[in-house]
Structures are given as structure tokens and as C-alpha cells.
């Protein structure tokens, strides 16, 4: 390591990380917790994981703290974050800059050139204001017991829902899954899909979004339950699948059809699926605030979260299953090994048959798109 980076490293012993990141997984969190002891073994500072339920709450904080004129000893030095919230850090330059998460050792290993959304996160430039911590993609999941052809186009699937009436839904926006699944539709119905990367343009939303209303007014009424009611979410959606009441289901996570096979909430029959055209990916990363109390360690614990060790850990299905950010051919040979030795479960496609990433829609497309969504579908109607 670099002098410079020594010091770093030097600064953080003694320091406490207060880590705010989304507690709603006992996976995650053991694997934080994990993390956390081994950098108190190697370097002596501390990690406590501040479980959210909303990471827009500890964006909040950041804002109060600033407004308050507290830009030293902030409560927060490491947050876990993508897309609306990094997008609204960025812009209230809430975030320790100039970019640094290039700037660390392990960033060589990381596999930025082929992987887009590690450097535009949901359509805003990254400019190393947050390091890439692992990789979210949408993947489909059928039961091979039951046979026949899978869709492989989101115009295939409104074309199986007429032929297998009943045997598909989605959850309900806002939904993160059910947007995620409607951001799919969307990317794949519009006539030039970079339209999506910039925020909806004034007059524009009717006349972009109308082939997309098109497709899903054709795919509803034979929706499960004629799209009167709809899944709350993706454990809803999975369970529906479990029960025989429909045939697809989908997930953000590679790993979410193995991971519910070896908790028995699926059978061992299921296999994942995704469309040749690609499906909708993105990139959760770890972003310091500007006024962060233990930067230097955040920093070291960020760039032990990106190192091969720690991603080879995360992606063990056993342990959490997330989809590394590392350019495999980088990293060292018995690292590469590893890897490739992994086990990932019956159900998960590997990174190689995973193929092409959609990139996230700018957020103003969904805000839009969640409200006309429920002025011509939602329950209540």
C-alpha cells in the first residue's frame, strides 16, 4: 500500500463506523456483522450496523445535520445507498468528495469497464462519490415440473398471459419489486429507450409511456385474478408460485429462487430465467457523508467491503448470494479460483448467463408512472 493510504489506515484504528444500512435481513445483517469482525481484527475500529427500514431516514439526517451547521462529527460515516437517495446526496452535497472510491486500493479489482451502473448509478454520474458494494439484477423464476415454453421478451409475456390466462401477476407499485418489473415493461415498450435516462420532459410523459399502457391493458385481463387485486410483494409473489396459483415469478436477486429452495418455500424443480434483450439491473454501493466522524475508517471498511475476500464471502449463497462488482479476470489467480469453485445454488444463473444489463429509468419516470399506474389500476378503483 501506498504511504498515503498507510496513514489512512493508521488514523482509523480506534475509530467507531456507525454503518446505516437497511436491517431487514438476517442474511445481511450476519454478513455486516461478519465484515465488521474482521476489521476489528485487522485493523482495530469498530463497525455498528444502524438498522433502517428506510435509508431515505438516514438521508434526512445528513440534511438535518447540515442545516444545523454541524459539518464536523456528523452521526453517520457509512451508508449504504443507491439510486434516488445517492442522486439527492449528490445534488445537496451531502457526500465527502472529491470522489474517492476510485481512488482506493481495491478499486483495480473492480469491473467498471464492463459493468455501466457501476459508474452511472440509476442515470446519475457516480465520479467516485460512493464505492460499488454488489450488484442487483432482475431475474425470472418458473417450476420445470410444469411444462412449457417461457417468454423471453416482455411482448412474449402479454402474448403467454393470453394463452395462460390467470398464471401471472406482479406486485402492486410502489412496490420495490412491482416498480422493478414495471421499469422492465417500460424500457422495453418505448420507441427510443435513452428518452428514459433523462427526466420526463414537459407534455412528453402521455406520448412515450402510451405504447406501454398499451401493452399492460392488453396483459391485465388475464392477470391473476383479472388484475382486481394484486401481490403485495415479492415473499406474496413467490408464495403464489409455491401455492400452483401462477406460473412466473421474479426477483432482484440471482440467488432468490436457490435461496428459497433451501428454506423449503419453493421446490427443488424451480429454475431462473431472463430475457435475451437483457433485464433491469443495478449497483448498491457505500457513500461516505461530508461530515462523517470516523472517515478514515469508513474508507478502510469500504475498501475491505470491494476486496475479493469479502465479495467472495458475500456471493456464497449460503452467506448472502449477492452478485460480486469484480472484473473476475482481475483478481488474483487463487481468488479467480474460488470463485469459480463456488456453489451457487441449483437455481442461480451464473454471472455469465445473466446476460445484458437495462440500466434504471431517471426517477421522475417512475414517480410519474406510479401515480398514473394507480389512476388506472390501482384496487381502489
Do not use: C
Not at 160 to 181: E, L, Q, V
Amino acid at each position: 500500500p501506498t504511504a498515503a493510504w498507510s496513514a489512512i489506515e493508521s488514523r482509523a484504528r480506534g475509530q467507531t463506523v456507525y454503518f446505516n444500512a437497511w436491517g431487514g435481513a438476517q442474511n445481511i445483517n450476519d454478513y455486516i456483522a461478519w465484515a465488521g469482525a474482521v476489521v476489528k481484527e485487522r485493523y482495530g475500529f469498530d463497525v455498528v450496523h444502524v438498522k433502517l427500514d428506510d435509508t431515505a431516514n438516514a438521508v434526512a439526517k445528513v440534511v438535518a445535520e447540515k442545516a444545523a451547521g454541524k459539518d464536523m462529527n456528523g452521526s453517520i460515516d457509512l451508508i449504504w445507498i443507491n439510486g434516488e437517495n445517492f442522486a439527492s446526496m449528490k445534488r445537496q452535497n451531502l457526500l465527502l468528495s472529491p470522489g474517492w472510491a476510485d481512488k482506493l486500493p481495491n478499486w483495480q479489482y473492480v469491473d467498471f469497464a464492463n459493468k455501466p451502473t457501476i459508474t452511472t448509478d440509476f442515470t446519475t454520474p457516480v465520479e467516485g462519490l460512493e464505492s460499488p458494494w454488489g450488484m442487483a439484477k432482475m431475474v425470472f423464476f418458473h417450476d420445470t415440473a410444469r411444462k412449457g415454453e417461457m417468454p423471453d421478451s416482455f411482448a412474449d409475456l402479454v402474448e403467454w398471459t393470453k394463452a395462460h390466462p390467470g398464471r401471472f401477476t406482479y406486485p402492486a407499485p410502489p412496490d420495490f419489486i412491482g416498480s422493478s418489473f414495471l421499469k422492465q415493461a417500460l424500457s422495453e415498450t418505448v420507441a427510443d429507450p435513452k428518452v428514459l435516462l433523462q427526466p420526463v420532459a414537459e407534455g412528453e410523459f402521455d406520448k412515450v409511456t402510451a405504447p406501454f399502457f398499451a401493452k399492460l391493458d392488453e396483459m391485465h385481463p388475464n392477470l391473476w385474478r383479472s388484475a382486481k387485486t394484486f401481490p403485495k410483494n415479492k415473499e406474496a409473489l413467490r408464495q403464489l408460485l409455491a401455492d400452483n396459483e401462477i406460473d412466473i415469478a421474479f426477483a432482484f436477486s440471482p440467488a432468490e429462487a436457490s435461496n428459497a429452495i433451501a428454506n423449503n418455500e419453493l421446490p427443488d424443480t424451480v429454475r431462473s430465467f431472463v430475457f435475451s434483450g437483457g433485464t433491469l439491473g443495478n449497483t448498491h454501493f457505500v457513500a461516505i457523508p461530508y461530515n462523517a466522524t470516523a472517515k478514515e475508517a469508513a474508507l478502510v471498511f469500504a475498501n475491505f467491503l470491494v476486496s475479493p475476500e469479502a465479495q467472495l464471502h458475500k456471493q456464497d449463497p449460503a452467506i448472502w448470494g449477492d452478485p460480486t462488482v469484480l472484473n473476475i479476470d482481475a483478481i488474483p489467480d487463487d481468488m479467480r479460483q474460488a470463485f469459480d469453485k463456488l456453489d451457487l445454488g441449483i437455481a442461480t444463473l451464473k454471472p455469465s448467463e445473466l446476460g445484458p444489463t437495462i440500466n434504471e429509468p431517471h426517477a421522475s419516470w417512475m414517480t410519474r408512472i406510479e401515480e398514473e399506474w394507480t389512476r388506472r389500476y390501482g384496487v381502489a378503483n
